[in-house]
């Protein structure tokens, strides 16, 4: 059975397009285009034997499957030809059990998908591997693509990079002057990227970086391209996978741009679809309240969405006003039962703080999340007995500036509960003696 996908446009508009076209948006409506499966195709499978296949590839050996992604490749890029596949055995990140943090803000069930722990630092590798493998197949058949950019808040560059390196295809990424890392900044520069920092914030490098592809024949790799969401989206079958094909109560996911939240409702509906679960878990989308335009749009019933300038917050991968896909995760969330809520900079630091104690090392955006959950704990929709998953997208080690300030007491309008800085010894025994009995 030849498993097939294509692009098509989103909001319904007649017409498909080959995942190897260089296409971004409807020509009818220019909208989004999403990647569709042929599921009458791969009901060829029945869900026990689509689970048993991914159970058999799971951590597998066998070139491509041991890669969290291409062990579901059927169901993610079933053109991609095993030797274009560009991979660093990327997905398969463990589950942490948050157990000591959860119950200390009420809850016994509840997991931290670490999706940081992957070779850039962030989920951001999940929808990558899949883009540059299309790439370089594309290139393969002789199609003519000069290089692969971006506009990033850090983690998509990095990926990109990455990606682009092991490849052997030009990267060019555009990011905001002084609003990214320094481990953000250094992992495209020592991947040989192009790097042009520019002074204005995500959302001007975005439209910059569109022009560029529009008019210069280099392939854009942001979001508004859903190969990627098709990497994305094997993060909800992996949770699933992992709980041995059970869904959870809750997932709670950061969002910024908003391709993850939809990828995440994708990656259930397919499941659904194919007869894998037959339940959906409810989704909270997480923001920082400084980057918030989906939240105020939540409150005011979902029927106006206003782009915003956002503001400064510790959780620099999701500063964004003007998200891109933001109708597709309106949908999700409604789909999944959905509710947005909000972390103020003190409320996402104390939460992140607060993991870490308890065994976590959370990036900001982890905090943007944990701090959603308490506050859904707090009020009851979240209950004691629920199994929630909270996706950490990026690894906190990319983010020590971050740590360090709050242990220092640093962050503005911030208390740091949970400061700890080192103390200070002379070279003595008795003084390190009562340091350590202090
Ligand atoms: C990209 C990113 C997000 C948000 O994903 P969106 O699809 O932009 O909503 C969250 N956290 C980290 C660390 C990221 O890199
Ligand atoms: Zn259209």
């Known amino acids: 059975m030849a498993y097939r996908a294509v692009f098509r446009c989103v909001e319904g508009c007649p017409g ?9 948006e409807c020509p009818t409506c220019s909208g989004l285009l999403q990647v569709s499966h042929d599921l009458e195709a791969l009901k060829d499978k029945s869900a026990a034997a689509w689970i048993k296949t991914f159970d058999e590839r799971w951590m597998s050996r066998v070139w491509p499957y041991g890669s969290g992604i291409w ?55 999940l929808g990558m591997t899949v883009l540059v493998s299309v790439v370089k197949q594309m290139i393969a058949d002789g199609k003519d693509i000069r290089a692969i950019a971006c506009a990033s808040t850090g983690d998509t560059s990095a990926a990109l990079a990455a990606y682009c390196a092991t490849a052997g295809i030009p990267a060019v990424v555009l990011l905001p002057k002084g609003k990214i890392t320094t481990a953000q900044l250094v992992q ?21 970086v569109k022009k560029l592809a529009k008019e210069e024949g280099i392939y854009l790799a942001n979001s508004m391209n859903s190969l990627r969401l098709e990497g994305q989206k ?18 709670i996911i950061p969002g910024g741009n908003l391709g993850n939240v939809a990828a995440l409702g994708a990656g259930f509906d397919m499941m659904l679809e194919l007869g894998l679960i037959n339940k959906k878990p409810r989704i909270c989308l997480a923001q920082a309240e400084r980057a918030n335009p989906l939240y105020r749009a939540y409150k005011a019933g979902w029927d106006t969405f206003a782009p915003i300038t956002a503001g400064e917050t510790e959780a620099s991968a999701i500063r964004i006003g003007n998200p891109v896909s933001v109708h597709r995760a309106i949908r999700a969330l409604r789909k999944y039962d959905g509710v947005v809520e909000q972390a103020t900079e003190a409320e996402l630091a104390e939460a992140a703080a607060a993991a870490d104690r308890a065994g976590a090392f959370t990036c900001p955006h982890t905090g943007v ?7 859904l704990v707090a009020r009851g929709e979240i209950k004691k007995t629920d199994r929630v998953v909270v996706i950490s997208t990026a690894s906190g080690l990319k983010f020590t500036q971050f740590k360090i300030r709050y242990h220092e007491s640093r962050i503005p309008g911030v208390v740091s509960q949970n400061a700890n800085v080192p103390i200070d010894v002379p070279n003595d025994y008795d003084a390190v003696r009562r340091a350590v009995l202090g």
């Open 188 to 208: 495209p520069l020592a991947n040989g990227a192009k790097v042009l920092a520019l002074d204005t914030d995500f959302d001007g490098c975005m439209a910059l």
């Open 71 to 125: 062990g579901k490749k059927e169901w993610v890029a079933p053109h991609v030809r095993d030797e274009n596949i560009v991979s660093t055995a990327e997905g398969g990140t463990n589950l942490f059990w948050a157990e000591r943090y959860g119950k200390s803000i009420g809850v016994e069930d509840l997991w931290i998908k670490n999706c940081g722990n992957s070779h850039t630092g962030s989920f951001k590798d």
């Open 369 to 375: 999340a944990l701090a959603a959950l308490e506050k």
């Open 16 to 24: 498909e397009w080959p995942l190897d076209e260089v296409i971004y």
């Open 234 to 251: 094997t993060v909800a079958i992996e949770i699933v996978q992992q709980f041995d094909w059970q869904v959870p109560d809750w997932v």
